[in-house]
Each structure stands twice: as structure tokens, then as C-alpha cells.
């Protein structure tokens, strides 16, 4: 296996949930609707909303930041042992076959206002 692409961003908490407030239809054209919802239904954090649109942005960056990439071709989601994991579709995924991607790493992180992540392409 090789790295294909690595990306990593930050997202300012307070400035992200201030997009989310400003124009409330942003989340839908962001976030598949099992990003938006905890397991029990409640509305998901604004701090770990911040870290999966890192994590988007990031994944951007990892495949070299071509034009056209739907935010919901990608979605962050969780495993049961707590291991964030990406599920790729659309858009995102013809980009990764078109790279060479045959597998993901991701880390997410938020702390002091701020939510990062980075994503591991692997071929």
C-alpha cells in the first residue's frame, strides 16, 4: 500500500456553528442526515458537526481538491469502538477509483474552539 494524498484541516467552532445559524439549510447541503443525529435521535454537537466538515475538507485536500466534489458524496461516521471511519459515494468515490484509493484513515479532534481533522489516502 502507498499514500495517495494526505489533508488536514481546522474549523473555528464559534464561526461554524455562526454559518450554521446564519443560513440553516447550510447542514443539509453539508452533512448526510446520520452525520446530523446522535444514535438516541438528539441533534448532533456543533463540535463534532466542525470536526466532520475538518474531516470533509480535509478529504478534499487528500483527493487534490478537484472541483465538483459534493459534500454528501462523503460521510464521517463512527464505529462502535469509537474509530471515526469514511463512507465515500458519488462524486467523492469516482475521484478516490480515479487515484487509486483503496482505503481511508481519519482522525478528528476538537478542543479550545477548535476542530481538526486529517485524512490518510491509501492505495
Known amino acids: 500500500m502507498s499514500i495517495i ?3 488536514i484541516d481546522v474549523a473555528e467552532i464559534d464561526r461554524f456553528r455562526a454559518s450554521l445559524e446564519r443560513t ?3 447542514a443539509d447541503r453539508l452533512f448526510v442526515a446520520a452525520e446530523l443525529l446522535l444514535p438516541s ?3 448532533r454537537g ?3 458537526l466542525a470536526a466532520r466538515f475538518a474531516a470533509k475538507e480535509a478529504l478534499a485536500k487528500a483527493l487534490g481538491a478537484p472541483p465538483g466534489l459534493l459534500w454528501t458524496d462523503a460521510e464521517v461516521y463512527v464505529e462502535d469502538s469509537g474509530r471515526p471511519r469514511l463512507r465515500v459515494r458519488g462524486t467523492v468515490a469516482a475521484r478516490a477509483a480515479e487515484l487509486g484509493v483503496r482505503g481511508w484513515h481519519i482522525s478528528l479532534s476538537h478542543d479550545a474552539g477548535v ?3 486529517v485524512v490518510v489516502a491509501e492505495g
Open 5 to 7: 494524498g494526505v489533508g
Open 24 to 26: 440553516p439549510q447550510l
Open 41 to 43: 435521535g438528539e441533534r
Open 46 to 48: 456543533i463540535a463534532s
Open 115 to 117: 476542530a481538526s481533522a
